[in-house]
């Protein structure tokens, strides 16, 4: 078995931030290492998550030398005062960024521990591909008229992610890739962004459009939950100030604290103790990751983030 697919510079993408894009995860595969379906996993997890989501209606053309076409869906509807494609931009860039650390990942570097308690690198590699997949069923159902939820409950959730974590390294990366694109297949398709699915059924409750917000939060944090070199300080300045915002008003609901970066300050419940730093370790402790490394003032512990 192979440590890494070690793609050339040829085959690194350099993506436009604002331009419909053509974009390809799985070109950045190697030569020689084939696509496989991803039900020749189904031994290894039941992954129901995949169901409806093969219809080849959902899948794109492919140009002479292999490699996949894409063509951007119009999409106007605002998230947060930023247009969708703007937004699609960046979860584009960070799971370009995301893939690249996972393709230089040998097997005994994913099987070590991750920060993340009771969660090797293994653990958190394969939720982000459940991940992709399961918001990619409920999306599909959107788009066919029917209400699928991204997990079909948290116990299967969980159990998936742990079956999973089992894969062979080269498996496991394969199926990471091969869940990305189809995310992107998905999140093209749809056209109304008010349209809600669920988390799982009868719960968690959102729309369409806030499902292109959930993908960027969980490519850029568990990526650098890897710790694998890409860490808070590499998110890009526009994901950490959304981020602390988002943080901050989620934790605000719960605690009262001030917190002070070096270009601002926000309030959380009411006010109260002064925490001072970047905004990244800002981000990052709000998270429940950590101990407050970076930051300075009265500190509190802080329980995990949901």
């Known amino acids: 078995m192979r440590e890494s697919r070690g793609r050339s510079s040829e085959t690194s993408l350099r993506l436009c931030s604002r331009a419909p894009r053509m974009i390809s995860w799985s070109a950045m595969r190697s030569v020689g290492f084939p696509s496989r379906c991803l039900m020749m996993h189904a031994c290894a997890a039941s992954w129901s998550c995949l169901a409806q989501t093969t219809d080849s209606s959902n899948r794109c053309s492919h140009d002479a030398r292999g490699r996949r076409s894409w063509k951007a869906v119009p999409m106007t509807l605002p998230m947060s005062g930023v247009p969708p494609t703007d937004r699609l931009a960046d979860v584009y860039d960070a799971t370009t960024r995301y893939l690249r650390t996972l393709d230089g990942l040998t097997p005994e570097r994913l099987a070590e521990a991750s920060p993340l308690p009771g969660w090797s690198r293994a653990h958190v590699?394969?939720?982000?591909?459940?991940?992709?997949?399961?918001?990619?069923?409920?999306?599909?159902?959107?788009?066919?008229?029917?209400?699928?939820?991204?997990?079909?409950?948290?116990?299967?959730?969980?159990?998936?992610?742990?079956?999973?974590?089992?894969?062979?390294?080269?498996?496991?990366?394969?199926?990471?890739?091969?869940?990305?694109?189809?995310?992107?297949?998905?999140?093209?398709?749809?056209?109304?962004?008010?349209?809600?699915?669920?988390?799982?059924?009868?719960?968690?409750?959102?729309?369409?459009?806030?499902?292109?917000?959930?993908?960027?939060?969980?490519?850029?944090?568990?990526?650098?939950?890897?710790?694998?070199g890409y860490t808070p300080a590499d998110w890009?300045?526009?994901?950490?100030?959304?981020?602390?915002?988002?943080?901050?008003?989620?934790?605000?609901?719960?605690?009262?604290?001030?917190?002070?970066s070096p270009s601002r300050e926000l309030v959380l419940g009411s006010g109260g103790p002064v925490v001072e730093g970047s905004e990244h370790d800002l981000a990052w402790w709000l998270l429940g990751r950590g101990s407050g490394t970076g930051l300075s003032g009265e500190v509190p512990t802080l329980g995990p983030w949901r």
Do not use: N
């Open 125 to 228: 590699v394969a939720h982000l591909a459940l991940h992709a997949l399961g918001t990619t069923r409920a999306l599909t159902g959107l788009v066919q008229g029917e209400r699928l939820p991204v997990y079909d409950s948290a116990e299967q959730r969980a159990a998936d992610i742990e079956a999973t974590a089992e894969l062979p390294a080269d498996e496991l990366r394969e199926l990471s890739f091969d869940a990305c694109d189809r995310w992107k297949d998905a999140i093209e398709s749809v056209k109304d962004w008010d349209a809600v699915m669920e988390r799982t059924p009868g719960t968690g409750a959102f729309t369409a459009g806030e499902c292109v917000h959930m993908r960027w939060r969980e490519v850029e944090i568990h990526h650098a939950d890897l710790d694998a």
């Open 236 to 260: 890009p300045a526009a994901f950490t100030t959304y981020l602390l915002d988002y943080l901050a008003d989620d934790r605000g609901r719960d605690h009262d604290l001030t917190l002070r």
